[in-house]
């Protein structure tokens, strides 16, 4: 489940966001433009940020019918595109944005520079099209916070009640619309700033969530795999330098490919090797995948791409195999090891690698929603994929236990200081500098972050830890993405206006 940037949206400026027929500064822009070229891209960004900023499905929608390229459309269904396009509404907590300026225009990428009115933050939207007279979108627009400008922070100094306060609008347009479901949890120095349970657990039971329901983590479980690998080497019981020949058994890669991988590779998606979600995975019972060794045969043959270290390249197999090293190394079974080496110190009393065919106390059912004629239905993810988490992902774990890990952590009760630090720094040359042993590292206004998300079916979720600042963000959701993701992006704008305090 790979992490990525790509919100799905597009946007557009000026005068129809304010509902109003006064002259504004996006038209007064206008003409300050030369050539039909950049008028025609100021109208179509124009239109989109009408339709963006009008909260309303069917005006979105319509829209993208007639300004997105057919084989985007081919791609990803108009109901699917609408709603990661709504994500960016959601964002703003129903308040919309303000347009500053076009930053640029061309054949292929429109850029447009906006303040999301809930968080104050400066935004800038990019939107790939195609095109010259009349733009066509064919692809994924990115958003980003412009950290290189002050983004007013001496003027919009926010308190964590601030931040709560604000949170909590946002919540509760996403709840009026069934666009998230689950747990939000922000803490400083392991203290909840916010705990906000949404949603239901279980549609057909009417179960609400609790603070300490269980979701699915999706890819979340690979910092567990990570820390467990680096646990190991602490004690010398392998070095993360060695190839994985030495530890794997056999049935699980030819030698003359693991004699060439080592267990850092696997660590920072650097090894080259595919995926195990591939055809033959899909055409598989999920009865079938229920411990590490039913996986051999989806990996046996799995070839590297390019030579280990040369580049990143996202990996469940390298965590599946993560999985099995660990199993190798401290002859215990994966899951019983996380057990007794991390969730137990940590404290960790309802996190674990539940079967969906299991029963389990308050753990939350996953949803995607159905569109259909501006309406939708739900569909459950009970017998779908995963049926039971792995090395890679899956496990079930609650907000409050992920924050004792995050506590456990940062006070040294899983590693010593010198290895806990191993486990924030990156392998620049691995060319995975922004990659650690588990988590993705990336350093901004708030300082240095140390992260995962994860997504799915009937999942999506963010955790992160901000090293410097003490601040810690859990983002659970039995919704499919982009729930939890709107949260967390609303979160990063929010914590930019922390910076000095």
């Known amino acids: 489940m790979k992490p990525t940037k790509t919100f799905y949206i597009i946007l557009s400026l000026i005068f129809c966001m304010f509902n109003t027929n006064k002259p504004t500064s996006a038209q007064n822009d206008i003409t300050r433009l030369n050539g039909q070229h950049e008028i025609s891209a100021l109208n179509f960004a124009s239109n989109y940020l009408s339709a963006l900023n009008s909260g309303r499905r069917k005006i979105m929608k319509d829209f993208l019918n007639k300004n997105a390229d057919k084989n985007l459309l081919e791609k990803i269904p108009p109901e699917t595109l609408t709603t990661f396009n709504l994500a960016h509404y959601y964002e703003t907590g129903g ?42 979108i064919n692809g994924m627009v990115s958003g980003e916070i412009q ?15 601030d931040i709560a306060e604000k949170l909590e609008k946002c919540l ?39 603070t300490d329901t269980k979701f699915n983590l999706a890819s979340v479980g690979k910092i567990f795999t990570g820390l467990a690998i680096t646990q190991l080497a602490e004690q010398g019981k392998l070095k993360i330098d060695d190839t994985i020949d030495k530890y794997l058994p056999s049935g699980w890669l030819p030698n003359e490919i693991s004699g060439k991988i080592h267990i850092k590779h696997l660590l920072t998606h650097t090894s080259g090797l595919s995926d195990y979600f591939a055809d033959i995975y899909k055409q598989c019972e999920i009865q079938v995948f229920r411990e590490l060794n039913d996986y051999k045969p989806l990996v046996y043959k799995s070839q590297p791409a390019f030579e280990p270290g040369k580049r990143f390249s996202y990996s469940n197999t390298g965590y599946l195999l993560l999985g099995v090293v660990i199993e190798s190394v401290s002859g215990e079974e994966y899951f019983q090891y996380l057990t007794n080496h991390i969730f137990i110190p940590a404290g960790m009393k309802n996190t674990g690698g539940f079967a969906k065919d299991q029963p389990v106390k308050n753990r939350a059912t996953g949803y995607t929603k159905i569109w259909q004629d501006d309406d939708f239905t739900w569909t459950d993810h009970m017998r779908t994929r995963i049926l039971k988490g792995c090395p890679s992902g899956g496990i079930y774990s609650t907000a409050e236990d992920l924050l004792q890990f995050d506590i456990a952590l940062r006070n040294h009760k899983l590693l010593s200081p010198e290895y806990t630090q191993l486990l924030f720094t990156g392998f620049p040359e691995l ?56 949260v967390a992006n609303v979160t990063d704008q929010l914590m930019i206006h922390k910076t000095g305090n």
């Open 95 to 136: 308040l919309g944005y303000d347009f500053l300026e076009t930053d640029s225009a061309d054949n292929n990428l429109i850029k447009i520079k906006l303040v999301n009115r809930l968080t104050l933050a400066k935004l800038i939207l990019e939107i790939p099209v195609t095109g010259e007279k009349e733009f066509r």
């Open 147 to 161: 950290e290189h400008e002050n983004n007013n922070l001496h003027a919009h100094v926010l308190t964590d009640e």
């Open 172 to 210: 509760l347009q996403l709840e009026k619309d069934n666009e998230f479901s689950g747990v939000v949890l922000l803490a400083k120095n392991g203290q909840p700033v916010i705990k906000r349970a949404v949603g239901k657990a279980s549609i057909a039971y009417e179960i609400p969530n609790l």
């Open 431 to 486: 060319n995975a500098s922004f990659h650690s042993t588990g988590f993705f590292l990336s350093d901004n206004r708030s300082g240095k972050t140390a992260s995962h998300s994860g997504d799915g079916s009937g999942v999506n979720c963010q955790y992160k830890m901000c090293l410097d600042s003490g601040y810690t963000i859990i983002i659970l959701s039995n919704y499919s993405p982009p729930s939890a993701n709107i």
